[in-house]
T-cell receptor
């Protein structure tokens, strides 16, 4: 069990650029979650996958955001035309089933200049 | 909707002091309650949980009791250590429909001095 891995750890980008983050969940976990955490706030739910199916997408995710989980393994979160308000820590988590604890990665910190 | 309110930090204590971090919640149905801890530079880790009223979660000397009558889940530890310095998040997960979604409080930064 190597834990949930996120890449990159840090990303600095200019406003208007596209960015993509990757999450590798714990191998036997079929549920994967993305959360966003801004300074001084707790994590906020963004989206949820069961295997490759995206079952919910929060209203926090505008149409500039898209997440995928091809083949039910790793996941990517893409932000198009980034804005300064997108600056945050993006957290990925996975779990074995709906009642299992969530295991979080260390996050990707995005800074939009 | 669901919400979690935690006492604001930062909280600064001396080693071996008693710790309480207050947490209250608003939820429909019968939520499960959690405390997560985030050590510097690391991801969130589950510290303890309780799934029904009057349950007590405990781990690493920390305890929290699910109080339905006061909608609270306060975190306590009798004697804190320097290694307990971290950010602590209270969270809930609702039963029913969207029961995969965690709602977090804002977090409380704890610093323990030797």
């Amino acid at each position: 069990d190597t834990g949930v891995s996120q890449d990159p750890r840090h990303k600095i980008t200019k406003r208007g650029q596209n960015v993509t983050f990757r999450c590798d969940p714990i191998s036997e976990h079929n549920r994967l979650y993305w959360y966003r955490q801004t300074l001084g706030q707790g994590p906020e739910f963004l989206t949820y996958f069961q295997n490759e199916a995206q079952l919910e997408k929060s209203r926090l995710l505008s149409d500039r955001f898209s997440a995928e989980r091809p083949k039910g393994s790793f996941s990517t979160l893409e932000i198009q035309r980034t804005e300064q308000g997108d600056s945050a820590m993006y957290l990925c988590a996975s779990s074995y089933n709906i009642d299992s604890p969530l295991h979080f990665g260390n996050g990707t910190r995005l800074t939009v200049t | 909707g669901n919400s979690v309110t935690q006492m604001e930090g930062p909280v600064t204590l001396s080693e071996e002091a008693f710790l309480t971090i207050n947490c209250t919640y608003t939820a429909t149905g019968y939520p499960s309650l959690f405390w997560y801890v985030q050590y510097p530079g690391e991801g969130l880790q589950l510290l303890l949980k309780a799934t029904k009223a009057d349950d007590k979660g405990s781990n690493k000397g920390f305890e929290a009791t699910y109080r339905k009558e006061t909608t609270s889940f306060h975190l306590e530890k009798g004697s804190v250590q320097v290694s307990d310095s971290a950010v602590y998040f209270c969270a809930l997960r609702n039963s029913g429909g969207s029961n995969y979604k965690l709602t977090f409080g804002k977090g409380t930064l704890l610093t323990v001095n030797p």
